[in-house]
């Protein structure tokens, strides 16, 4: 290796010097402050992209600054491991989910290390190991004895294709976002987590998070939803059920002219009719094939049907046609919607479709509005009319009196409605934890003792897809006795969703290898809160809000402190490339186009937008390829340098070319001078020295350390160090004091060893240095270095620039005026005219006016 920069050489030595050591192996220590970083852990699908190297390299800057700031650093990794994925391919390679899994596991370790993240990996494991799995089983026994899990019938989003229950952030545009096949309704027993019992708290937490972005906060405040409002009841017509509806408006109750309810809504198959039952029957069925979000779009077709029943408006006595309509959902309020067309959009295209009344109950002051003269809903304010002893009062007054006035007649109440709703977690999938539940004919659902967990998932088994889950069929897991009477029982065979191990995976690399219970205590309070967090912003009203519900139930079990488990929340963009098309073949992979052409047809590649990398679109880089031919570093490198952290980066191989000349310009600042350098302990007496290249270090120094604690400004950062090099190759080395240069080259070595580490420990080796860089601490800027005791200033002479000069900073006006007189450009412009007055302008320029 010698004088040549070889990456692989490089790469390969440091990363056997850190894993022999265990260099960042983490323990805890009372005399540091703690530090935990921590990237959302990767699905073992078996090959590492773009995406992950971006993803783990930010993460991995801060991990390394930290360390080199003093702090005790936990950066963990594991495995994501249970789910439909591994199930998927079984079928597809005849092959057993967990032999899939753990293979990919083993390949994937690999490539993140040749990567050289600064991972403690002695706290490795995968979610689908028994000695993680069995203490969520015994989470959810504690979470069902406190009533925080249950079981219930529902409405579930189903995935025919998948046979397997969608919790309803995964369903995306109507479709599974595994397979992306067709959702539909489908009514079966479940298991929930009941977190809306920390509605409140999940909603309040929000304003105190200021280390999470807003966009993010703000998709958890919407999607959990709270309202106040009143719950007003109708009674149907002949009959002694009742409609509750929730509404934010029951200003508006005159006006409702007809009741809409969702096609799920438990009442549907008692209010219709026998005249109305097929037609009824053929909506339901085509509303249950929508996507319950475009249920909700402004752009949707308001489509419904009429049940044949009627209800009471409690305020008029009115009978009002019930109707299902295609926007209204369970999920929000009550599944029913008092529909006032006057005054709200949707009822009021809805209204106009199906011939319906519309009656104006509230008047804008100083209009005249009538509903034959309406184009669209006024859902503004003003006084009510049309509404009894209650015209001529501000619809916002109306609100709360109208409400107490159906309370003193039991007709409704005041109360908060959420938008968010139980989580249900039962999945009728394989690979997956158990639930740790049995069935008794006598006794009902009994929970496993915890004397007998962990409830294994058994390996031998037939994977199809077919037919559900082969837990269903599997006699011998199925099979056991009551724990309470000893009488034949049967397990449950549903699994859990995949996000119950995501929720609390963070909590459990405070203590890998504990075997009393999840946690240990005093560890977990220690490493947590995680300070900081990174990945996707795709999970803020998934994985993230889950997080924190399920976080906030250890903290209630007695089994952790900390109410929050991300103090700071970084979510990076995605890494894109352009893609290419051919109208005969489709995508193209960058080797079936040359010049433009389709390598197939000979015909013209359309190239399309710059788009996320994804298989489908053949636009992919394979990292194992990028890192083969240029090294680990210049992966990083150009990741990091490339967009800020929280932007999209876009592919460039120039970029990749520059960043890896980049690194060869940096190799070459240190062995070509190598011969001119001072000695280490020389550097140590710098203190007062000035120069230009001095000051340049110490600017770059305090301009990197800025940008990279707490801000994630790495593109500035390193090209900040950029320009320190290019100051090092423009500086006359012979002249520059020995020990200024050592400190220059010293300092990029420092600055830039967060984001190359490989070539960075490597080069302080070759600088004289033992033992890694980390242990030398990050360089600090000493104030006195940044100040500027010469200035360069342009000579003008009338107006134009005719030279520059360098004097002294605190240099006087009679100074500046005599050195810009004396410089020799200058002096052929004055030469033979009458100086008229010199004009000098601190710190920028110096104006000789002459004539003549």
């Not at 491991?81 to 057993?96: K, V």
């Not at 409609?243 to 799920?264: C, I, N, Q, W």
């Not at 999209?648 to 000349?661: A, F, I, P, S, T």
């Not at 005026?817 to 000098?840: D, H, M, P, T, Y």
Request: glycine content about 8%; overall charge negative.
């Amino acid at each position: 290796m010698e004088n040549q920069y070889i990456p692989g050489e490089v790469e390969a030595k440091w990363q056997e010097f850190w894993a022999q050591n265990e260099s960042y192996r983490a323990e805890v220590l009372a005399d540091k402050p703690k530090y935990y970083l921590l990237e959302m852990f990767p699905y073992p699908s078996g090959r590492i992209h773009m995406g992950h190297v971006r993803n783990y390299a930010i993460g991995d800057v801060v991990a390394r600054f930290k360390r080199l700031q003093g702090c005790n650093v936990l950066h963990p990794m594991g495995w994501d491991a249970f789910g439909m994925p591994a199930e998927n391919a079984a079928i597809e390679h005849g092959t057993h989910p967990g032999k899939w899994t753990y293979e990919n596991i083993d390949s994937m370790r690999v490539q993140l290390k040749r990567i050289g993240l600064s991972y403690d990996w002695s706290r490795e494991f995968a979610t689908c190991d028994l000695d993680y799995y069995r203490w969520e089983q015994l989470i959810f026994l504690k979470m069902y004895e406190k009533g925080l899990a249950y079981k219930k019938t529902s409405n579930v989003n189903w995935c025919e294709d998948c046979q397997t229950v969608l919790a309803n952030e995964q369903v995306e545009d109507g479709c599974c976002w595994r397979c992306h096949n067709q959702v539909i309704q489908k009514e079966l027993d479940q298991w929930f987590f009941r977190i809306t019992r920390y509605a409140d708290e999940l909603l309040d937490e929000t304003w105190n998070l200021k280390g999470w972005p807003e966009k993010v906060l703000a998709m958890q405040r919407n999607w959990i939803g709270k309202s106040h409002g009143c719950e007003i009841e109708f009674v149907v017509k002949d009959s002694a059920a009742k409609v509750k509806v929730f509404t934010t408006r029951a200003d508006t109750l005159f006006g409702a002219t007809f009741m809409s309810l969702a096609p799920e809504h438990p009442l549907v198959d008692s209010l219709v009719s026998a005249q109305q039952r097929t037609e009824v029957e053929a909506f339901i069925a085509e509303v249950s094939r929508q996507d319950k979000l475009d249920r909700t779009s402004g752009e949707l077709e308001k489509k419904g049907v009429f049940t044949g029943s009627y209800c009471i408006n409690p305020l008029t006595g009115e009978e009002l046609p019930v109707f299902l309509a295609n926007f209204v959902l369970m999920d929000y309020g009550t599944g029913a919607v008092m529909a006032v067309p006057a005054h709200d959009q949707r009822d009021f295209e809805f209204a106009h479709k199906y011939q319906l009344p519309i009656r104006v109950v509230i008047q804008p002051e100083g209009a005249s509005l009538t509903a034959d003269a309406l184009e669209e809903a006024m859902t503004g304010s003003g006084l009510l009319i049309n509404s009894g002893k209650f015209d001529g009062i501000s619809n916002e007054a109306a609100k709360e009196k109208i409400a107490s006035f159906l309370d003193e007649r039991n007709q409704g109440h005041m109360t908060v409605n959420y938008r968010l709703r139980d989580w249900g977690v039962s999945r009728q999938r394989y690979w997956g934890t158990p639930i740790p539940i049995i069935y008794c004919d006598s006794c009902g659902a009994v929970p496993v003792p915890e004397k007998d967990l962990p409830v294994k998932l058994p390996m031998d088994v037939e994977i199809t897809g077919e037919g559900g889950s082969p837990l269903a069929r599997h006699e011998a897991f199925l099979n056991v006795d009551c724990p309470t009477c000893g009488s034949p029982a049967r397990r449950e065979s549903d699994t859990f969703d995949t996000f119950v191990e995501s929720s609390w995976y963070f909590a459990r690399y405070a203590c890998p290898q504990y075997a009393q219970a999840p946690l240990d205590t005093d560890e977990a309070n220690y490493w947590m809160s995680v300070d900081q967090y990174i990945g996707g912003i795709e999970h803020a009203v998934m994985h993230l809000l889950y997080a924190r519900f399920f976080t906030k139930v250890l903290r209630d079990l007695g089994m952790i402190e900390a109410s929050e488990p991300f103090t700071n929340l970084l979510t990076q963009g995605m890494v894109c490339k352009e893609t290419q098309r051919c109208a005969e073949h489709g995508w193209l992979y960058p080797e079936q186009v040359e010049e433009g052409k389709c390598t197939g047809c000979g015909k013209p590649v359309e190239i399309g937008r710059t788009e996320k990398m994804s298989k489908s679109k053949k636009n992919v880089v394979d990292p194992n390829e990028l890192i083969a031919n240029y090294g680990a570093d210049t992966a990083r490198l150009f990741s990091l340098f490339a967009a800020p952290p929280e932007k999209d980066l876009e592919w460039n191989e120039q970029g990749v070319e520059g960043c890896y000349r980049f690194l060869g310009r940096v190799w070459r600042a240190v062995h070509d001078n190598l011969d001119l350098l001072g000695s280490k302990a020389d550097v140590a007496g710098l203190v007062g020295t000035t120069s230009e290249l001095r000051r340049k270090t110490h600017q770059t120094i305090r301009k990197v350390s800025e940008d990279v604690d707490g801000r994630f400004h790495f593109n500035t950062a390193i090209s900040s160090v950029m320009e320190l090099v290019n100051a090092i190759y423009a500086c006359d080395r012979k002249q520059e004091s020995p020990e200024v240069l050592r400190e220059a080259i010293e300092s990029v070595v420092r600055l830039l060893s967060p984001f190359v580490p490989h070539i960075c420990e490597e080069l302080w080796q070759r600088l004289g240095y033992e033992g890694g860089i980390e242990k030398h601490g990050w360089p600090t800027w000493e104030d006195a270095a940044l100040l500027t005791t010469e200035i360069e200033l342009v000579i003008q002479v009338n107006g134009k620039v005719r030279g520059k000069v360098r004097v002294a900073a605190d240099a006087d006006n009679s100074v500046l005026e005599q050195a810009a007189l004396s410089e020799a450009n200058v002096v052929r412009f004055v030469a033979g005219k009458q100086v008229c007055k010199v004009i000098c302008v601190p710190g920028r320029l110096i104006n000789i006016v002459v004539s003549g």
